[in-house]
């Protein structure tokens, strides 16, 4: 039970972080702009995309290893290239970044969990 909760607090930020990206992404496009990655609103909005639908089945437990896969694939290009606290020139900015960044790699962490998972608990 306690793991079932786990995943679903842990793709609460998925989902919603996700459906944001999807329907709001050219704020974040802007950044991937900058980047120098092609199509920066296709990839913003299929990011967001990857996030609710892999958290939405990390949540509900359907597959949740390859779930955490795909969620691991969207997070850490999106915390490199939308936390990158260390080009902030403000102290402000630097640590609202730094704090964004750390709260992505503790979600990779959760996912790292996720996928070291082999008891087979049912949901």
């Known amino acids: 039970m306690l793991k079932t909760l786990g995943r679903m607090l842990l793709a609460s930020i998925f989902i919603s972080?996700?459906?944001n990206t999807f329907?709001?992404?050219?704020?974040?496009?802007?950044?991937?702009?900058?980047?120098g990655i092609p199509q920066p609103?296709?990839?913003?909005?299929?990011?967001?995309?990857?996030?609710?639908?892999?958290?939405?089945a990390?949540?509900?437990g359907l597959a949740?290893?390859?779930?955490?896969?795909a969620l691991l694939g969207a997070l850490i290009p999106?915390?490199?290239?939308?936390?990158p606290f260390?080009?902030?020139?403000?102290p402000a900015g630097k640590a609202s970044q730094q704090v964004q960044f750390l709260k992505?790699?503790?979600?990779v962490g959760g996912l790292l969990l996720v996928l070291s998972d082999n008891s087979h608990e049912e949901v």
């Open 23 to 35: 329907m709001q992404p050219d704020g974040r496009a802007e950044k991937v702009a900058a980047a």
């Open 104 to 107: 992505n790699l503790a979600a």
């Open 41 to 56: 609103r296709q990839a913003t909005i299929l990011n967001g995309a990857v996030m609710v639908v892999g958290g939405a």
């Open 86 to 90: 260390w080009k902030e020139e403000t």
């Open 64 to 69: 949740p290893k390859l779930a955490a896969t």
């Open 78 to 83: 999106t915390t490199i290239v939308g936390h």
């Open 17 to 19: 972080g996700g459906a």
């Open 58 to 60: 990390l949540a509900a």
